[in-house]
């Protein structure tokens, strides 16, 4: 069972390269959504999707964008990539049923020079 | 706004032992759904267990147990007998109850580093 499916693992990036961190899953689930992890910062939500086509801005949003063209693919962008964005990226997904547990992807580490 | 809040930045405990997380939160929501998340140093978000706001029955899975104290907006996670396997970051988190078509946000709190030593 492939489940939510991250890539690249790890990423070195320099100061205004661009790059985007694509996620999979394979369990059909309605929504998707990219955290990122900070040091002592927990997961902090950046952007969700609950449905294809459609995506929303969540808690720290700046300097990324997403797409959600195919239910099963979330992709994460950065335009122009700064050191505060170096961190853990997370993608979940979840089933439309109410509230259930979100399923988490290995995480990208990705450090920005 | 949701917050969680966990107060314990590191705990340890001897294997076979029991340990106790706590995990607070605030809301002014009614109905909602809490989490604890386990990281191990694989990075991996694991899901350890799931307790829903509207009912009063505690959530057990296997040796993991929760005490929901809904008054309080407390929800702490009890492990029993501890195993080396138990060492891992984890995470309290919270979910409101939203309406059809409405997103289902986790939120974190910071985190319980736990160490079970041999």
């Known amino acids: 069972n492939a489940g939510v499916t991250q890539t690249p693992k790890f990423r070195v990036l320099k100061t205004g390269q661009s790059m985007t961190l694509l996620c999979a899953q394979d369990m059909n689930h309605e929504y998707m959504y990219w955290y990122r992890q900070d040091p002592g910062m927990g997961l902090r939500l950046i952007h969700y999707s609950v449905g294809e086509g459609t995506t929303a801005k969540g808690e720290v949003p700046d300097g990324y964008n997403v797409s959600r063209l195919k239910k099963q693919n979330f992709l994460l962008g950065l335009e122009s990539a700064a050191p505060s964005q170096t961190s853990v990226y997370f993608c979940a997904s979840s089933p439309h049923q109410r509230h259930q547990p979100q399923h988490f992807g290995d995480g990208t580490r990705l450090s920005i020079l | ?118």
């Open chain 2, 1 to 118: 706004a949701q917050t969680v809040t966990q107060s314990q930045p590191e705990m340890s405990v001897q294997e076979a032992e029991t340990v106790t997380l706590s995990c607070t939160y605030d809301t002014s929501e009614s109905n909602y759904y809490l989490f604890w998340y386990k990281q191990p140093p694989s990075r991996q978000m694991i899901l350890v267990i799931r307790q829903e706001a509207y009912k009063q029955q505690n959530a057990t899975e296997n040796r993991f147990s929760v005490n929901f104290q809904k008054a309080a907006k407390s929800f702490s996670l009890k492990i029993s007998d501890s195993q080396l396997g138990d060492t891992a970051m984890y995470f309290c988190a919270f979910m409101k109850h939203v309406v059809w078509g409405g997103s289902e946000k986790l939120v974190f709190g910071k985190g319980t580093k736990l160490t079970v030593n041999p």
